[in-house]
């Protein structure tokens, strides 16, 4: 029984040491295991590009395809979407899209558009965000964003190879606070143009006023973006609830 109470004493004053063996004692560190804490981003893309200007529409053929004419004219671009990342881990933005829980964008200008459910959005291969800085707590992205936009009356417009973007930010662990820069692109251009601008361009034919069926001209696209970490999405993510979209916009979710 003395031994016994020894044994306990010796315990007691130790504190939160443990012995293995004949060794010195270890001490027992107690971790508690973090929430999964979703990382969920609002997404935009702000800027110009051009878009079709509805004339006297006058069918002509091309291939199988038959189109009407119209001038280009700069407009406004706008894409907006959420981003929600984190099933299980959350140290890092792994690769955009591919790799989100849900994701969900919608574009408002030129037209009011949903975007494929193949919207792609990759940070470099994973390899951004990189976070940087003395202590550190900002950083730094690149990626590209990829997609087709599908009007409410059915015509699609392809990005092509997609928005180039790039930007500088905040980063407080695990979280991108906000990152904003610049974004340029050459998505597809519109097939429809004027007798005048026909005569400007050769890949066109001035015959018929369409676009020459083997030609695949590219338009401008380039302006300003950000991604902002979304505290109250995240929450609602949590309880298994989406982020509000339009009407016309869908989401795209992982599998489990």
């Known amino acids: ?3 016994l109470m020894l044994v306990a004493a010796t315990a007691l004053s130790l504190g939160a040491f443990a012995f293995c063996g004949d060794g010195e004692p270890t001490p027992v560190i107690v971790v508690k295991a973090p929430k999964v804490q979703r990382q969920v981003y609002k997404m935009t893309f702000s800027g110009k590009t051009t878009k079709a200007l509805p004339a006297k529409a006058t069918p002509v053929q091309c291939g199988d395809d038959i189109e009407g004419c119209y001038a ?6 706008k894409i907006k979407g959420w ?3 984190c099933k299980t881990e959350c140290d890092a933005i792994h690769g955009g899209s591919a790799d989100a829980e849900a994701f969900a964008f919608w574009a408002t200008k030129p037209y009011k558009a949903d975007l494929t459910p193949d919207a792609e959005l990759d940070f470099d291969g994973g390899e951004f965000p990189h976070v940087i800085g003395k202590k550190p707590n900002k950083a730094e992205a690149y990626g590209t964003f990829k997609s087709k936009f599908v009007f409410v009356d059915g015509v699609e417009w392809d990005l092509a190879d997609g928005l180039i973007f790039a930007g500088l930010g905040k980063y407080k662990a695990p979280i991108y606070k906000k990152i904003a820069g610049n974004f ?10 004027s007798d005048k601008i026909c ?12 676009l020459k069926c083997e030609e695949y001209p590219s338009t401008v696209a380039f302006g300003k973006w950000n991604m902002k970490y979304s ?21 795209s979710q992982q599998g489990e």
Do not use: N
């Open 83 to 85: 981003l929600a990342l």
């Open 199 to 210: 005569k400007q361009s050769d890949v066109y034919d001035c015959s018929t006023l369409t």
């Open 184 to 193: 340029v692109g050459k998505p597809a251009a519109s097939w429809y143009i």
């Open 231 to 251: 505290k109250s999405a995240a929450k609602k993510m949590a309880s298994g609830k989406l982020p509000k979209v339009p009407a016309y916009a869908t989401y």
């Open 1 to 3: 029984m003395k031994k």
């Open 72 to 77: 280009r004219v700069p407009a406004k671009l």
